[in-house]
């Protein structure tokens, strides 16, 4: 409950609900919300309380608010290693706005995975920065040399003070790294994330490279679970995310380079596929301009052609796929274009499943979001269209969005 605010009821009649699990529209419903939750769903039976204010959705379609499991709402610009030297009050405050935006795209949560912390969580959940829910994991883990690990080749000092607005944390050894892990946890972390392969925006790693130790990743993936907690892991290439998926992580991220061994293995460990498709479309388009160095420019074009196949493998292995972005600096508007690109392969009830659904399976919140039911977070998307046959109308939310209400309250 947002402190200060008197538990209000809210009614919505005349809705097209998208029930998305069933993938079809209820017509004519009444939803009864009472505080941050969805008391009652269904006809005209469904009324009003005594102090219910009333929204009329006129017949359009109402969908449970949208998920992107893989941002980093701290990475305000594209050059990540820049944004260590930046103030944290000041990165706070231009998380602020990129947070803000997230919530009028339609997002009503989303998984941070590397740079928000447990501040930028309360000042959300307090309503200090209108925002999606935030689950954060803290600081990534990185090796000595890995994708979290920023500096140049020419220096050796590294500044890992933790007040840094770093994304990641670099540490080496089962010890360190338990203790690293420790760290994120004890802050509330709601899941601890790894790098477990090269990538785009680190300067001196290669793309098909493999970063941490077995024994390492093990370690991890114990401390996460003895703290009822998971871990989710970045990597590109098949044989970084089968070692990944053997050790027991949990959600692998990108996976552009996977290929038909690592479905299997998703299959067997009941592991879930984070593809982030539009950020390589925004980085090769406008990536220079929005602080991305060169070097990490040349890199996106080894990963990019991949990353559709790698979802079409995903897809007819039939594996649990679920929507994530990544988008840095000035390219986060983009995205929600991540519902047209994955609609070239995925049929949209099942790309927005990803961003429901199957994502809130992901993050351990089946019941609480990503469905319209009783008992749910009252998180609301109210659009204009028909999603199921046009995906332009969540591709595009400046044009279609009419209301975002996260927990009962209407934010846009
Ligand atoms: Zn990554
Ligand atoms: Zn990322």
């Not at 009472?34 to 102090?51: F, H, M, P, Q, Y």
């Not at 540490?171 to 994330?193: N, P, S, W």
Request: charged fraction near 25%; charge should be negative; include cysteine.
């Amino acid at each position: 409950m947002t402190s200060g605010i008197e538990p209000t009821s809210v009614l919505i009649t005349n809705a097209r609900v998208l029930d998305v699990e069933g993938g079809e529209y209820l017509e004519g419903t009444n939803l009864l919300i009472v505080g941050e939750t969805i008391a009652e769903v269904g006809g005209s039976e469904v009324g009003a309380l005594r102090d219910s204010s009333v929204i009329d959705a006129e017949g359009h379609t109402v969908l449970p608010g949208l998920i992107d499991a893989h941002v980093h709402v701290t990475a305000s610009t594209a050059d990540i290693s820049a944004l260590a030297e930046w103030s944290p009050s000041y990165v706070a405050a231009r998380a602020g706005r990129i947070l803000r935006d997230m919530l009028h795209r339609g997002f009503t949560t989303v998984r941070d995975v590397g740079g928000a912390d447990h501040g930028l969580a309360d000042a959300v959940q307090e309503g200090y920065f209108p925002g999606p829910r935030l689950l954060f994991g803290g600081k990534a883990i990185s090796q000595t040399g890995g994708h979290g690990d920023m500096r140049p080749r020419g220096r050796v000092v590294a500044d890992e003070h933790p007040c840094r607005a770093t994304i990641s944390v670099v540490c080496d050894g089962v010890g360190e790294i338990r203790k690293a892990v420790r760290e994120q946890l004890r802050t509330g972390a709601h899941h601890v994330k790894l790098m477990l392969s090269g990538g785009v925006a680190s300067p001196t790693d290669r793309v098909d490279s493999t970063q941490l130790s077995l024994e390492e990743i093990r370690a991890v993936v114990e401390e996460a679970e003895a703290a009822n907690r998971y871990v989710a892991g970045h990597a590109y290439t098949a044989h970084a995310v089968n070692r990944a998926l053997r050790c027991g992580v949990r959600s692998i991220e990108h996976g552009n380079l996977l290929d038909e061994t690592s479905i299997e293995l998703f299959r067997q460990h009941g592991a879930f596929y984070v593809p982030t498709l539009v950020t390589y479309r925004a980085l090769a388009d406008e990536g220079p301009r929005y602080g991305l160095p060169p070097g990490s420019h040349r890199k996106v074009s080894d990963v990019l052609e991949h990353g559709l196949r790698a979802l079409e493998l995903a897809y007819r292995g039939g594996i649990d796929i679920v929507f994530g972005t990544d988008l840095l600096g000035g390219m986060h508007p983009h995205q929600a274009k991540e519902f047209a690109i994955r609609a070239e392969v995925q049929p949209a009830i099942d790309v927005i499943r990803s961003a429901t659904s199957v994502a809130a399976r992901l993050v351990g919140l089946r019941g609480r979001i990503g469905e319209i039911t009783p008992g749910a977070y009252a998180d609301i998307l109210m659009v204009k269209g028909d999603p199921l046959n046009d995906i332009a109308v969540l591709a595009r939310p400046e044009e279609h969005v009419k209301l975002v209400m996260k927990a009962g309250r209407v934010m846009r």
